[in-house]
Antibody
Framework: EVQLVESGGGLVQPGGSLRLSCAAS???????MSWVRQAPGKGLEWVAN????????YYVDSVKGRFTISRDNAKNSLYLQMNSLRVEDTAVYYC????????WGRGTLVTVSS | QSALTQPASVSGSPGQSITISCTGT?????????VSWYQQHPGKAPKLLIN???KRPSGVSNRFSGSKSGNTASLTISGLQAEDEADYYC????????????FGGGTKLTVL
């Protein structure tokens, strides 16, 4: 079964850090991968993409310099290191298989609040 | 980065057809054939319905179809069913100085 499972979400104070993980199974992980987020009651927002070998990474402007996408192909895992978190980063974070976002995890909730 | 423009809500009766629009610019929807559509039920992850403007992935009902004209893409759902009630999102590649993707604001479909 093709599956993505996110973990690592939680409550963090503004300015804090959090690292999200995404475990992939059931498909060849050597493909572009993405993170997409959804603020409570809001729409979807693309956050970042990473190429198969990690040599290319792209980010939405609002997270550049604060978030870092990475992967470990040996562990079939995708990561999102989030630093200098802001209240507006509060959202459910999904990992998804790029480029069509054709496989999604169930998401992990990140809450940034004091 | 502004989102693509979708109507906030649409509605239809069972058996009818409805169309959801997704308006962008020549830098995204109009410039590339990389428009996709997603269905999201409450509390669930999005599900891919259409990619590359009009291609339907395996397993997606042929009641869902996509098209594009100029800077506007459309999703048509025919033979509406109660289970089609959900939020629908479009997405597109947006060409610019950096590689990025953009989603629409979402459309709530109500089956009357």
């Amino acid at each position: 079964e093709v599956q993505l499972v996110e973990s690592g979400g939680g409550l963090v104070q503004p300015g804090g850090s959090l690292r999200l993980s995404c475990a992939a199974s059931g498909f060849t992980f050597s493909t572009w991968m993405s993170w997409v987020r959804q603020a409570p009651g809001k729409g979807l927002e693309w956050v970042a993409n990473i190429k198969q070998d990690g040599s290319e990474r792209y980010y939405v402007d609002s997270v550049k310099g604060r978030f870092t996408i990475s992967r470990d192909n040996a562990k079939n895992s995708l990561y999102l290191q989030m630093n200098s978190l802001r209240v507006e980063d509060t959202a459910v974070y999904y990992c998804a298989r790029f480029k069509h976002f054709d496989v999604w995890g169930r998401g992990t909730l990140v809450t940034v609040s004091s | 980065q502004s989102a693509l423009t979708q109507p906030a809500s649409v509605s239809g009766s069972p058996g009818q057809s409805i169309t959801i629009s997704c308006t962008g610019t020549s830098s995204d929807v109009g410039g590339y054939n990389y428009v996709s559509w997603y269905q999201q039920h409450p509390g669930k992850a999005p599900k891919l319905l259409i990619n590359d403007v009009s291609k339907r992935p395996s397993g997606v009902s042929n009641r869902f179809s996509g098209s594009k004209s100029g800077n506007t893409a459309s999703l048509t759902i025919s033979g509406l069913q109660a289970e089609d009630e959900a939020d629908y999102y479009c997405s597109s590649y947006r060409g610019s100085s950096t590689f990025n993707w953009v989603f629409g604001g979402g459309t709530k479909l109500t089956v009357l």
